[in-house]
Structures are given as structure tokens and as C-alpha cells.
């Protein structure tokens, strides 16, 4: 049975962001996104507010135009005790990049810097 090209599901891996350096507070703000495609996709997600601490890996699901996974943001509390807070993030992907909402923030559009060579 021949392939169409309608059949063939586009690769998505690639670096995607929307960082931003603000001078006057000496602050990095936004979000940095490397998404890895195939049979069990993942992301290395990191969002910035201040400084930039380093990306963590979380599963993610792709379904056609569209992504989705759990963003766990760590913290520590005044006594010491870590903890998580689970963030859904779900985006679609465009041609510039990925449109992408973190928990109930407005979509905001991280752009593709680099595709992965697979």
C-alpha cells in the first residue's frame, strides 16, 4: 500500500523558546522547550522567572498538531521540606514555533531555534 504524504506524522523534536534578558532588573524570563519525538516523546522543559535553573525531563503526549505534559515546579518550604505542584502545559504546534500554555497563564508563542537531527 503506497504512503501519502498526508499519512507520514510530521517530526516535531526541536528547541523552542522565548527567553528574554532584562537588563534593568538582571532578570532571564520566559520558557525553554526541547521536545523529543517518537514512540515515547519527551520534553526537557524549563521556565525562567529571574534566573534559569536547569531543564527537567517529563513525558509528554503529541497528537498531531497538538502537545501536552505535566510541568512539576519544586520548591522548598520555609521549614525545608520539598515539594511539587503539578502545572499542566498543552501548546499546539505552528509554523514558527509552539504555541504554549503553562497552567492558566495566556498561550504564549516560544519559538522553534533549532530542529533535532534524529
Known amino acids: 500500500m503506497p ?12 528547541f523552542y523558546d522565548n527567553l528574554r534578558y532584562i537588563a534593568e532588573a538582571d532578570d532571564y524570563v520566559g520558557a525553554r522547550l526541547d521536545v523529543r519525538d517518537g ?16 531543564a527537567e525531563a517529563f513525558p ?10 505535566t510541568y512539576l515546579f519544586r520548591k522548598i518550604s520555609a ?3 520539598p515539594s511539587a505542584d503539578p502545572i499542566p502545559v498543552s501548546g499546539r504546534f505552528v509554523r514558527r514555533g509552539v504555541m504554549l500554555k503553562i497552567g492558566d497563564a ?3 508563542l516560544l519559538r522553534v531555534r533549532r530542529a ?3
Open 3 to 14: 504512503v501519502s504524504a498526508w499519512s507520514v506524522k510530521p517530526d516535531r523534536s526541536g
Open 39 to 54: 514512540a515515547n516523546p519527551t520534553v526537557e522543559f524549563e521556565l525562567c522567572e529571574g534566573w534559569c535553573n536547569g
Open 116 to 118: 533535532r537531527a534524529n
Open 79 to 81: 521549614d525545608g521540606v
Open 60 to 69: 509528554a503526549t503529541i497528537e498531531g498538531d497538538r502537545i501536552r505534559f
Open 106 to 108: 495566556r498561550p504564549e
